[in-house]
């Protein structure tokens, strides 16, 4: 999220499920653990279910996600930060509801923040939704309940979970995300005298560990957890310096690993190398410490679909030579034109085409720069999306070409390959016919090419090509602004 950001919070707490309802859906009993709650009374933790999900916890293999039993995972869905707050999301759906209405329409991940700003000056100054530990070491118990209850439809309905377990609260001059609200801040009993000190002083990163094996013990036994997402945007909640925040990471990861009973991934929610304070993301991104790697994209530099396209692409490649998944954390513009949302289109298209994983942005229109709700006819499009990878096996993508201002994306396996194309700027919305795109760079032989309307996912025409390792040119059929293919073997019926 943009640091210029003037956000409210939501309009209150809803009350979690009951502890017995816990033990019956978790299919264990609570276990208290003291150790967890120095201040206050003692924590208790729904214990790691007794029916595993069958393919086990996600795992990154080169830049792409699998399950522990070698399934490819498609990582596509939302940052829906606060989806526990009814009144932020589409429609004010409870956040089972939600976390259901993403899974309909194609989405696999949700990341969500726990809050760290621990009062909500639009409501009494109470802690806001989100905020699980409103005073040193004690988390609040209804708040808990809340995730909990976020992690069952998330299991229901096969959506992961990025949990970011840092977020709002290092910012001198934003209520909504203030320093001096942070439970750690040493105006607040805490130990760390300014926003920087979090980062490096021994006491304070003392009590940063016991949230995160707070967390490991309540959420570990999950293979519904994705990954923990250790800070959120810390160049734009505070600036805080590279140099300060990748240790602190590197530390905090270290201790995950050693109470995360499942092994999840690690990741940081920083900005990018394209905003930093002191130093930038490279030694976190080549850090075996950081599982995969993250950033996010905002800015009137890429409102215009294919400034989007040129800079989603160019900054995957940029981040491409750690050998790591490419996690886009968040992206939006909340000023995208209605109902066609063609910048979140080509965005996670775009996305997909250069190796990354897109997670868009969502929340009521507060800033235009980067709020947009997830309405149907915005989420229709990773519906399509979804329906056109479900197929494909994990490919890596190919530099994209520009023929006749037609730019051509492509994705390549030995046996498969995917195309997308995305019309010239100065002709886009018309109708375009006679545009041709050359096969030679596929395995010579016979090949089917079958195009797909990418806004439907329904297929259009299918024809047939024989590959000789030289130019090899189709022709597409008419389209507007973009369209996908699928190319498989002649005779290769596992590909749909």
């Known amino acids: 999220m943009p640091p210029s950001r003037a956000h409210r919070t939501g309009a209150g707490r809803s009350r979690g499920v009951s502890a017995a309802l816990i033990v019956a859906l978790w299919g264990a009993a609570l276990?208290?653990?003291?150790?967890?709650?120095?201040?206050?009374?003692?924590?208790?933790?729904?214990?790691?279910?007794?029916?595993?999900?069958?393919?086990?916890?996600?795992?990154?293999?080169?830049?792409?996600?699998?399950?522990?039993d070698g399934t490819p995972f498609?990582?596509?869905?939302?940052?829906?930060?606060?989806?526990?707050?009814?009144?932020?999301?589409?429609?004010?759906?409870?956040?089972?509801?939600?976390?259901?209405?993403?899974?309909?329409n194609g989405m696999t991940v949700l990341r969500v923040f726990i809050v760290t700003d621990m009062?909500?000056?639009?409501?009494?100054?109470?802690?806001?939704?989100?905020?699980?530990?409103?005073?040193?070491?004690?988390?609040?118990?209804?708040?808990?309940?809340?995730?909990?209850?976020?992690?069952?439809?998330?299991?229901?309905?096969?959506?992961?979970?990025?949990?970011?377990a840092f977020a709002l609260g290092f910012s001198e001059d934003d209520p909504w995300k203030s320093w001096d609200d942070n439970p750690y801040a040493a105006v607040r009993?805490?130990?760390?005298?300014?926003?920087y000190d979090f980062f490096s002083n021994p006491e304070a990163k003392r009590w940063a560990a016991n949230r995160l094996r707070y967390l490991a013990r309540r959420y570990g036994g999950s293979t519904h957890l994705m990954a923990i997402d250790l800070l959120n945007e810390p160049e734009w909640d505070g600036a805080i310096p590279e140099v300060l925040w990748i240790p602190w990471a590197e530390e905090m990861a270290r201790i995950w690993r050693k109470a995360d009973p499942s092994g999840h991934l690690v990741t940081a929610g920083s900005v990018g190398l394209h905003w930093n304070i002191e130093g930038d993301e490279r030694a976190w991104y080549a850090s075996s410490e950081n599982d995969?790697?993250?950033?996010?994209?905002?800015?009137?530099?890429?409102?215009?679909?294919?400034?989007?396209?040129?800079?989603?692409?160019?900054?995957?490649r940029e981040t491409w030579q750690y050998g790591k998944p490419v996690l886009i954390g968040e992206f939006a513009w909340g000023g995208e034109p209605k109902p066609a949302y063609d910048h979140t289109h080509v965005g996670i298209w775009t996305a997909i085409f250069s190796g990354a994983w897109p997670l868009a942005h969502s929340a009521p229109p507060f800033n235009v720069d980067s709020d947009e709700l997830m309405t149907p006819e915005r989420a229709r499009h990773f519906r399509a999306l979804r329906r056109f990878l479900a197929s494909l096996p994990p490919m890596d993508p190919e530099p994209p070409v520009v023929r006749d201002g037609v730019t051509v994306?492509?994705?390549?396996?030995?046996?498969?390959?995917?195309?997308?194309?995305?019309a010239a700027e100065d002709r886009y919305g018309e109708q375009i016919a006679g545009v041709r795109v050359d096969l030679g760079n596929l395995r010579p032989g016979c090949w089917r090419i079958?195009?797909?309307d990418d806004l439907t996912g329904q297929p259009l025409t299918t024809a047939e090509a024989e590959v000789h390792g030289a130019q090899t040119l189709i022709d597409a059929p008419p389209f507007a602004r973009h369209l996908a293919a699928k190319l498989t073997r002649c005779g290769d019926t596992t590909v749909r």
């Not at 293999?61 to 522990?68: D, L, T, V």
């Not at 909500?120 to 939704?129: C, K, S, T, V």
């Not at 009993?189 to 926003?195: D, F, L, M, V």
């Not at 994306?409 to 995305?422: D, H, I």
């Open 292 to 316: 995969l790697v993250q950033w996010h994209l905002y800015g009137k530099e890429t409102y215009e679909v294919h400034a989007l396209s040129q800079e989603l692409n160019r900054r995957v």
């Open 31 to 68: 276990v208290a653990n003291s150790a967890c709650a120095p201040r206050g009374g003692a924590a208790t933790f729904p214990a790691k279910g007794s029916q595993p999900a069958r393919h086990g916890v996600i795992r990154a293999h080169g830049h792409h996600f699998e399950f522990a």
């Open 74 to 104: 498609i990582a596509l869905g939302e940052n829906r930060i606060n989806v526990y707050d009814r009144t932020w999301n589409y429609a004010q759906l409870s956040a089972p509801d939600y976390v259901k209405y993403m899974a309909e």
């Open 409 to 422: 994306y492509a994705l390549r396996g030995e046996e498969v390959a995917a195309l997308w194309l995305l």
């Open 450 to 452: 079958t195009w797909i």
């Open 119 to 164: 009062e909500d000056e639009e409501h009494g100054g109470r802690p806001p939704p989100g905020c699980l530990e409103p005073r040193l070491g004690e988390f609040d118990e209804e708040v808990a309940q809340q995730f909990d209850a976020i992690f069952r439809a998330a299991e229901r309905h096969g959506v992961y979970v990025v949990l970011v």
């Open 189 to 195: 009993g805490g130990p760390a005298k300014t926003r």
